[in-house]
């Protein structure tokens, strides 16, 4: 695969979005009709946007073609689906590679680009993804909008997003998520035969997406917003879309511009060569530890609406649950110091944040609370499927935070930074709450995005099992293994740590059983008859028309 | 079940959890300032103990002893001595990191840090190096002797 090779796949990709521009007009004028009728052409596109978006909408081809609010919201949905896929297959892969102590079927190499290949596609394509489609999916309905007049620009972020996610599939990196200055210099073109520049782009691109959408995200929810809905009766979903908000916008532009000066570095090194190496690391992490918070708060949110719904009784307190998610926002942004720990960057340094990282805990504890408190005074509680992810996601998040509490320590974390206690801990909170709640949400949304109707239950709750005895197999013997020093990143290890490698390539694989159910549980279901309401309980105040 | 006095159990249940994590943060803090040396520093003009000097580069680990003798992948210690590690590096950044002593430190090229290590049982321990540094990351890694 040579450089002409790439050049005609982005070639390729970019003729094809030139196409879809061309039928861009044609299509959604005739969709448009079929959805609302007649009135389509008489309407303005700003008024049938509004109609489109405040409609129950369902998973099809065309949303490609339209610009309401919900339309962008399928063409995230169906991306970051396809996105978790890839991203998956590049997890599996390499935990079957480490099967043994030395690299097997993955040259170092190969085992690198998957590495890269995996961290960048989930973290930016499936979170950042996944939040920006039940943001525009959800945030219509939960807030009852009076406007979507900004559809042209969703639409352009959205193209951003998935060029940036395909520059990232196929750059073949070898810089690991994080590019580390110098390393990153060094595995150019020229260097090491990578080409980090192309993800640098991509990850750029995708934090421009996020950040416009993130601003029309707030405009949605505190300018559009109905008039019969007061601040003090906002969603919690919306809320926890605020808070994500509000930290993409203040921290997302700071990484972009460190990006932007990262490209021109691999052509001219200036920028980065005559301060201290660690100050792209620095700047990296002021964007690096908000992402992680901005994937899980809506997860938060998903669960703070779920939950009350399946367990039959209202929230425990609704007034904690907004306070624990407004100072997730503020005490969040405070803590991303806790990466460079040990990098000597002074005690002050180390004093400051680790101390931000256990006031960080407080709110966390907060919204536990409020769950578990839910579930207590709970009068019948249903265990469907969506409840099943999230009772697990709630235990996930408990197990993934204690150990984040633990390395908040800065003695405890010269023990366990950058092994793999640190892969388990965000692989607990990742699977359990970021991709369990967009599986439940996915779930919860199934009447509506196929049209009415259902999914086959008996493959859901397979798939439920497999991704839950995945996650405990897997993060569980990373965490043991971890404990004894077992490195992350790594394409070989020591012998002695083959158990708990093994052990996680099972777990790995099954998670991958799992995800396939799903795929093939949604394409089965989506070819049966309907058979119910496209109704659904995340979309309960929105008014069909 | 329902609960009476909902707002009291919110409240005990945050008292508890704050007094925990300043608990937590105290003795933190208590330990950075009483015991400095066993965490990664920048260097200092006066070190503690014998002086080695570790230098990571790409892919593999040297270690300098005082009398000026240099060993590759292999430190070798004597147990009940104290050293100070002078952990540098040749390229990119790296870490290099002792599972069994606890201690790890960036190697920061043009950054030296040290970190101070007093090894008790004589035996034979890992050293790995935790933080990713190109195609051969995974051989950054070598044995700890103590005699």
Redesign the interface.
């Known amino acids: 695969m040579g450089f002409s090779f790439v050049l005609a796949v982005f070639g390729s990709t970019i003729a094809a979005i030139i196409a879809m521009v061309f039928l861009l007009y044609y299509f959604s004028m005739d969709y448009r009709r079929n959805l609302i009728g007649e009135s389509a052409s008489s309407l303005s596109r700003e008024q049938s946007n509004l109609l489109l978006s405040r409609m129950r909408r369902e998973i099809s081809f065309s949303a490609f073609f339209m610009d309401d609010s919900k339309s962008i919201g399928i063409r995230y949905l169906i991306t970051t689906v396809i996105l978790f896929f890839i991203g998956g297959l590049a997890g599996v892969g390499m935990r079957i590679s480490l099967w043994y102590p030395f690299p097997t079927f993955l040259t170092p190499i190969q085992y690198n680009i998957l590495l890269t290949a995996h961290g960048t596609i989930m973290l930016y394509g499936f979170a950042v993804g996944s939040i920006l489609a039940l943001g525009y999916y959800l945030l219509p309905s939960a807030n009852m909008i009076e406007r979507d007049n900004l559809g042209i620009v969703n639409s352009i972020m959205y193209w951003f997003f998935l060029i940036g996610s395909l520059f990232i599939i196929f750059s073949r990196s070898t810089a690991s998520w994080y590019f580390y200055y110098p390393l990153v210099d060094q595995l150019s073109i020229a260097g090491g035969g990578s080409y980090s520049f192309f993800t640098l782009i991509g990850v750029s691109l995708i934090q421009v997406a996020a950040t416009v959408s993130s601003i029309i995200f707030l405009k949605m929810i505190f300018l559009d917003r109905n008039k019969s809905i007061p601040v003090s009766k906002i969603s919690l979903f919306s809320w926890s879309i605020v808070s994500s908000a509000v930290l993409i916008i203040t921290s997302a532009p700071v990484s972009t511009i460190a990006n932007g000066y990262l490209i021109y570095d691999l052509i001219n090194p200036v920028f980065f060569q005559g301060s201290s190496v660690l100050t792209y690391a620095i700047l990296f992490w002021f964007w690096g530890h908000p992402l992680v918070y901005v994937a899980i708060l809506p997860a938060f949110g998903l669960i703070y609406e779920m939950l009350p719904k399946y367990a039959g009784v209202p929230l425990y307190s609704y007034r904690a649950g907004v306070f624990s998610l407004l100072l997730l926002m503020v005490f969040s942004a405070l803590v991303w110091g806790h990466h460079l720990f040990n990098s000597g960057l002074g005690t002050i340094w180390d004093l400051m944040f680790s101390t931000t990282s256990f006031i960080v805990v407080i709110p966390s504890a907060m919204s536990v609370f409020n769950w578990i408190a839910t579930l207590w005074t709970a009068r019948g509680i249903r265990l469907t499927v969506p409840m099943l992810f999230v009772l697990n996601g709630i235990i996930d998040f408990i197990i993934g935070g204690v150990v984040g509490v633990y390395s908040a320590d800065v003695g405890l974390n010269a023990f366990i930074h950058g092994t793999y206690a640190i892969t388990s801990h965000f692989h607990w909170i990742f699977i359990g709450m970021t991709a369990g709640m967009a599986f439940a949400a996915i779930y919860v949304l199934f009447p509506t995005l196929t049209g009415g109707r259902t999914y086959n239950v008996p493959l859901a709750k397979v798939h439920f099992y497999l991704n839950s005895v995945g996650t405990i197999l897997m993060s569980g013997f990373w965490l043991v293994g971890g404990f004894e020093g077992m490195p992350r990143r790594v394409a070989g290890y020591f012998g002695i740590f083959q158990t708990y490698q093994d052990v996680a390539a099972i777990g790995g694989v099954i998670l991958g059983i799992g995800f396939l159910i799903f795929l093939i549980n949604f394409a089965y279901s989506a070819y049966q008859a309907p058979v119910m309401s496209n109704d659904n309980s995340l979309e309960g105040e929105v008014q069909p028309i | 079940?329902?609960?009476k006095n909902?707002l009291l159990?919110?409240v005990i249940?945050?008292v508890a959890?704050?007094a925990i994590?300043?608990w937590?943060?105290v003795s933190?803090?208590a330990?950075?300032?009483s015991?400095?040396n066993?965490?990664?520093?920048?260097v200092s003009s006066d070190p503690v103990g014998t002086v080695i000097n570790v230098t990571g580069y790409q892919w593999a680990w040297a270690f300098q002893y005082p009398n000026g003798t240099i060993t590759t992948d292999k430190l070798v210690l004597k147990a009940n001595t104290t050293y100070t590690l002078v952990v540098n590096s040749k390229?990119?950044?790296h870490?290099f990191?002792i599972?069994?002593f606890?201690?790890?430190?960036?190697a920061?090229?043009?950054?030296?840090?040290q970190v101070t290590i007093e090894p008790m049982k004589a035996g034979t321990y890992?050293f790995?190096?935790?933080?990713?540094?190109?195609?051969?990351?995974?051989?950054m890694?070598g044995t700890v002797v103590v005699t």
Do not use: F
């Not at chain 2, 066993?38 to 920048?42: A, F």
């Not at chain 2, 606890?102 to 960036?106: E, L, M, N, T």
């Not at chain 2, 920061?108 to 840090?113: A, F, Q, R, S, Y």
């Open positions: 079940m329902p609960l909902k159990v919110e249940w945050i959890v704050v994590l300043s937590a943060a933190n803090a330990y950075l300032t015991d400095q066993y965490i990664s520093n920048p390229d990119v950044i870490d990191y599972p069994a606890g201690v790890q430190s960036y920061v090229p043009g950054h030296p840090n890992i790995e190096c935790v933080e990713y540094c190109g195609e051969l990351h995974y051989e890694r």
